[in-house]
């Protein structure tokens, strides 16, 4: 596989708040395990970080197969964080973190915030660049996600941004009703960046077995059909919050995507289902990028940034 040019490299670099970044595209959590069995089938040259699976404070089973099932465009997810909590994962991670070539991001599920907090410190330590903070995962006391909370989502943030030094990502769900608010009340607890979005809430189901294809019933839908959802939701916080870095994140297959996430307002874009059906998907998605750009005439990502119009 060809890595990417230098000046390619160069022309593509991008700021996400505080990280500095070689590259606009980011391996979404959960797409690419651990990241470093993935790296060694990919050409990870082509990311500027890629998030490794998200963790808890102690292992999680997750649900019972079927967990995963496709549907005619994208697909469904049931798996329920499976890990093996923050102790065995830093065990398993830290001898591959420093030699891969590509920055490491952890990602946190927790069922409060002080257990946020600690697997937060747990990925620090081991040495993730940036912890990213899903608030997708229910809350312990209603099961009600966090996201779906302002001051839930605020104390969660308070609690992690307060015990790491790396910078700190919020990811919010695109089910959130008020995904403006929230994503202000992370901003304002310390979130260096915003992620929009995780996967929608989804459904389908076997005619003939008159049963869900997977054993939750409702589960993540990702794929391309998420991508208007979170194009959405990275234009309205952009445009009420110009000044809070967004990695946006839903649906993105080509080099077009990421350009109209950037245009949106996003800084920067995560890849995530594309990467079941094509690992090396990077590398094609930054030629596709750099032809979109000479196209567009601009030279760097960040003329693209928030440049969306009005009617």
Not at 3 to 14: D, F, Q, W
Not at 106 to 121: C, E, H, N, P
Not at 223 to 251: F, Q
Not at 262 to 287: K, M, N, Q, W
Request: glycine fraction near 12%.
């Amino acid at each position: 596989m060809a890595p990417m040019t230098p000046r390619l490299g160069e022309t593509l670099s991008t700021n996400l708040g505080p990280l500095d970044l070689r590259s606009p595209l980011v391996a979404s959590s959960g797409t690419v395990g651990s990241v470093w069995e993935w790296a060694e089938i990919a050409d990870v040259s082509a990311y500027g970080a890629a998030v490794a699976k998200s963790v808890s404070p102690t292992p999680w089973e997750g649900r019972p197969p079927p967990r995963i099932a496709p549907t005619e465009v994208g697909m469904l997810n049931g798996i329920g964080i499976q890990n093996p909590g923050i102790e065995e994962w830093t065990r398993v991670m830290e001898p591959h973190i420093a030699g891969l070539a590509v920055p490491i991001w952890g990602s946190a599920v927790a069922g409060d915030a002080d257990g946020f907090a600690l697997v937060a410190k747990g990925l620090d330590a081991v040495g993730v660049t940036a912890v990213e903070v899903n608030l997708s995962c229910p809350n312990l006391e209603d099961g009600e996600m966090f996201s779906f909370s302002i001051s839930r989502s605020r104390e969660v943030l308070e609690a992690v941004s307060g015990s790491v030094a790396v910078p700190v990502g919020a990811k919010l769900s695109p089910n959130t009703p008020d995904i403006v608010g929230v994503a202000a009340a992370c901003a304002e607890a310390g979130a260096d960046f915003l992620v929009l979005t995780n996967t929608a809430f989804g459904f389908a189901l076997s005619s003939r077995d008159r049963k869900p294809l997977i054993s939750g019933g409702v589960g993540g839908y990702s794929g391309p059909g998420l991508k208007p959802i979170s194009l959405r939701c990275v234009y309205e916080v952009s445009r009420s919050l110009p000044d809070v870095p967004i990695l946006g994140c839903g649906g993105v297959v080509h080099g077009r995507d990421v350009v109209e996430y950037l245009i949106a307002g996003a800084s920067a874009v995560e890849a995530g289902t594309i990467h079941f059906a094509e690992p090396r998907a990077g590398v094609r998605i930054i030629r596709e990028l750099g032809r979109e750009m000479r196209r567009l005439g601009v030279e760097t990502v960040g003329e693209l940034v928030g440049t969306v119009g009005e009617w």
